[in-house]
């Protein structure tokens, strides 16, 4: 494979939604850095976070947006998920009412995301219920080394706080066409796994190649958008210098 | 998760208009403990973008008097039969449709501080003047205004004379700062610009009613400084971000998208934001303010933001009509030249004078139309959204019906062709005392900015004056609003998930 030529690569831009503490920040942070921070709200304090992912035939750099908090009142502005091309609405598997606001995400990117928009529905947490720990061995982990996969195992004992059954979940999401996982971002279980389902699932129509960062925002109105960050200083030409 | 109350503020913005937004922007990377609080469930305040039940639920809300004593007059209509009006979040209808010029500091401002690559801008097309039927064989017209060099060797709208005076007005404008030039306009420098424009270059009505409508101004008496000032604006601006064009347009709304964006960019900075949430009572107190929000969260802050909703009397008014059509109104859309992007806004101007009433009174003031392409984001394909102004009078509301049905007929692409008004949006806007801020110990007020059809840098002034009054000695001036990317990209190649 070594002189293969440079497969496509293109940006394909990514939101988190769900309610606040579901863990959305921490599944980030888990793909992005395969790292997890317990009882501790992750800081992005990024515009955007950039992962690429290999698929057979082509690259997909995501550029994961997380709400920067602003799910907490409320208060996400359209233009946050407008021009999203992958959407990864989340909630608790221990929270029911978590279940309900994910639903009304993606009521919402149905009505005002870009129409081809993929959407997965993630319920975050698994590790707090009894087929979590089952399900944290690093072979869910994907080609991240999951140092803390084992960590899962303890909990066997604790008891099964699962208060949204798969069935349920998966279920609705098979309905409205949307991928579904069940994931740890406290063992990394599944959570690559989401991502490179998204990639795979994105239509290859709604891909352009890579223009650098922030290319991904608005891909599908490349024509007549002007750059700023290219002010054309030979300009004067046109300039009624008469 | 910390309570509201348990965090002692350095400051609370109250608002999201675009001036508390850029200021949210400006501290976004301070370290300072902001808390932005709008009681609207949207952002933007009198500068926000609207979907039609939007629009509807804040028209209700200013007839019932929450307009401040800004906005006024506000209705909105739909015809009986409503087919062909899409369902109401495809539609986002700007209270501030104002295009930017290449020139502008905003410009400059969203550039340094990175925040520009959030936003999408559309180009500003050409400008045309509305010219009146004369006698029945004249139909009213659309002449398009030629700018450029390029458009004035081309343009037919002007004998080979006025193409003369044109160039050598352009070329003066460009220049009139220096010396020489200065002797020619100085004279008239307090006086109408239509005494320049006569006494100085003999340029005839026609001429003048093209230059005139190069300042975007909506005052018919505009004068000459002020006057040039604009026009020189326009001209230096074009072909800034590429051929063909002066002026930019947010896409998505306008100066809403950026009031969004640069609120986003104080989230990630740590700022707390919420919507749907006012400010119940203010007392000052030792050391700051107290405030009991609507949420009924009681919080202390050192320094509280926010804006006036006085109208100042004196101060102008405007009326404004947002109409929604079935047409795309393609060949107003057309690049000015080859090789430019195509535009997505295009300016219509009425000249003082150009309209009349029912009653047979001619309009005193010049009316502009905005109309924007589906390409904007606000409407969806095939339809366009008309955004006209002229300052508020008895006779505004109908004349600027008038100019709408004047534009239908004109520019209709064909006579076949039925073009409608979907839905409707009118009201009228006042503004504040001045573009200072106003400072009363631990409160800054920004007064109401006003309507124009172009933005104004005088717009930014305040908001650096809150700045510097916030950060007090940390602030360092040359790094207002520069800022460094802030994505975290990891490393690209070493750290790639392989299927
Ligand atoms: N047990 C467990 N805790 C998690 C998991 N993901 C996140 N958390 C915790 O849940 C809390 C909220 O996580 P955060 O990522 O900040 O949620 P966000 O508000 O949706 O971004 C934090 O205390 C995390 O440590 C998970 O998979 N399992
Ligand atoms: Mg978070």
Redesign the pocket.
């Known amino acids: 494979m070594a002189d293969s030529a440079p497969k496509p690569s293109s940006s394909v831009k990514l939101v988190l939604l ?10 980030v942070l888990r793909f992005v850095s395969n790292d ?7 800081t992005i304090g990024a515009a955007f976070l950039t992962q690429k992912c290999n698929l057979p035939t082509r690259t997909i750099k995501f550029e994961i947006w ?2 920067a908090g602003q799910e907490r009142f409320a208060s996400l502005a359209p233009m946050y998920y407008r021009n999203a091309q992958a959407a990864l609405v ?1 909630y608790d598997l221990t929270k029911p009412t978590s279940l309900i606001k994910a639903k009304h995400w993606v009521a919402e990117l149905q009505r005002q995301a870009s129409p081809g928009i993929v959407i997965a529905l993630v319920g ?5 219920t009894n087929d979590g720990a089952a399900g944290g061995g690093a072979a869910g982990a994907g080609a991240c080394d999951d140092d803390d996969a084992a960590a899962a195992a303890g909990e066997d004992a604790a008891g099964d706080a699962r208060k949204i059954t798969t069935e349920e979940a998966k279920e609705y999401a098979d309905e409205e066409g949307l991928l579904f996982f069940e ?5 990394g279980y599944n959570v690559t796994e989401v991502f490179t389902a998204i990639a795979n699932a994105i239509p290859e129509t709604s891909l352009k190649t890579n223009r650098g960062p922030g290319a991904a925002h608005g891909a599908r109105h490349e024509q007549p958008g002007i750059d700023l960050g290219r002010q054309d200083d030979g300009a004067s030409r046109d300039n009624c210098a008469c | 998760m910390e309570s509201l109350s348990d965090i002692h503020w350095d400051v609370v913005i109250s608002g999201t208009g675009l001036q508390q937004s850029l200021l949210a922007l400006a501290l976004s990377r301070s370290g300072k403990k902001i808390l932005h609080i709008d009681s609207n469930d949207f952002y933007g305040g009198t500068e926000a973008s609207l979907g039609l039940q939007d629009a509807a639920s804040w028209v209700s809300r200013i007839e019932a008097g929450g307009g401040g004593g800004l906005l006024k007059s506000a209705a909105i209509w739909r015809p009986e039969d409503s087919t062909g009006l899409a369902a109401s979040r495809q539609y986002y209808l700007a209270l501030a449709p104002q295009v930017v010029h290449a020139r502008s500091r905003l410009l400059e401002q969203l550039v340094s501080s990175r925040a520009y690559r959030q936003v999408e801008f559309l180009a500003v097309g050409s400008s045309y003047v509305f010219k009146p039927a004369s006698e029945p064989t004249q139909p009213a017209a659309l002449v398009r205004i030629p700018s450029t060099r390029e458009e004035v060797f081309s343009t037919t709208a002007v004998s080979t004379k006025e193409k003369r005076l044109l160039m050598k007005f352009l070329k003066f404008v460009l220049d009139h700062d220096s010396s020489p030039q200065q002797e020619t306009w100085h004279p008239y420098a307090e006086k109408p610009l239509s005494a320049l424009l006569s006494e100085a270059f003999n340029m005839g009505e026609e001429l003048q009613k093209l230059i005139y409508t190069l300042t975007l101004s909506l005052n018919p008496g505009i004068n000459t400084k002020d006057g040039l000032a604009v026009i020189r604006r326009h001209i230096s601006s074009m072909g800034v971000y590429g051929p063909g064009f002066a002026a930019i347009y947010p896409k998505w709304g306008g100066l809403s998208e950026i009031a969004q964006v640069s609120c986003r960019a104080c989230a990630v900075g740590g700022g707390v934001y919420m919507l749907g949430t006012g400010i119940q009572s203010t007392e000052v107190v030792e050391g700051g303010v107290k405030l009991e929000l609507t949420s009924g969260d009681a919080i202390r802050t050192r320094l509280l933001v926010r804006a006036s909703e006085d109208a100042a009397s004196g101060m102008p008014v405007i009326r404004r009509l947002v109409a929604v059509t079935n047409s795309s109104f393609d060949s107003l859309f057309e690049p000015a030249v080859e090789g430019a992007p195509r535009p997505a806004v295009a300016i219509i101007a009425y000249p003082a004078g150009s309209l009349s009433t029912a009653a047979g009174k001619a309009s005193e003031h010049p009316v502009y139309l905005s109309a924007h392409s589906s390409e904007t984001g606000e409407c969806p394909a095939g339809q366009s959204v008309l955004y006209l102004t002229t300052n508020a009078s008895p006779d505004a509301q109908e004349l600027l019906g008038r100019a709408l049905d004047a534009f239908l007929d004109a520019a209709k692409p064909s006579a076949q062709q039925e073009v409608r008004v979907l839905t409707k949006l009118e009201y009228e806007q006042g503004s504040g005392g001045s573009s200072v801020l106003i400072t009363q110990g631990p409160i800054l007020t920004f007064q109401a900015t006003t309507p124009s059809i172009a933005f104004s840098d005088s717009v930014l002034d305040p908001i650096r004056s809150a700045w510097k009054k916030i950060l007090g000695d940390e602030a360092v001036d040359d790094e207002y609003l520069t800022f460094s990317d802030r994505e975290g990209a990891a490393d690209d190649d070493d750290d790639v998930y392989e299927q």
């Open positions: 769900g309610e606040a503490a579901v863990g959305k920040s921490s599944l997890f921070q317990e009882n501790k709200e992750p997380d709400t989340v975050n947490k698994l590790d707090l994931t740890s971002a406290k063992t």
